[in-house]
């Protein structure tokens, strides 16, 4: 496994750890290669599903990346309906006398405006 595909799948594994300490159901999807749905789905309290799209990386272009990954989603063919797409970014980035790249910051969730006045 390359290093990069190790960093993402640890990534979604804490993604799925973290919901799931919350009380929350969470689960990997399966890999589909460029029809990929998303990496990870997390069902809220209230029965809604969360497609979660994890991103382990050090830039990232948030709208054309949040665009692929909700047409990606519409076009899957799920055993549910999704409630919202959403991008969780770890952001990465070298720290002084580091030569490795390593967490920056808190990771952060990519909603659309829409997606969030849904919520409220």
């Known amino acids: 496994m390359s290093k990069q595909k190790r960093q993402g799948t640890s990534w979604e594994q804490e993604i799925i750890a973290r919901a799931q ?13 460029p029809s990929d749905p998303g990496d990870v789905v997390i069902r809220s309290s209230t029965g809604d599903c969360v497609v979660v799209e994890a991103r382990d990386r050090q830039r990232m272009s948030v709208h054309p990346e949040l665009a692929e990954a909700k047409g990606q989603t519409a076009r899957a063919d799920l055993p549910f ?5 959403v991008i969780a970014w770890k952001r990465l980035g ?14 952060v969730v990519v909603l659309g405006f829409d997606d969030f006045l849904g919520m409220l």
């Open 21 to 33: 300490a919350e009380g929350l159901e969470a689960w990997p999807l399966a890999r589909r290669g």
């Open 94 to 107: 070298l720290k002084e006398g580091n030569v490795r790249r390593s967490q920056v910051g808190e990771p």
């Open 81 to 85: 309906i999704p409630w919202m797409t």
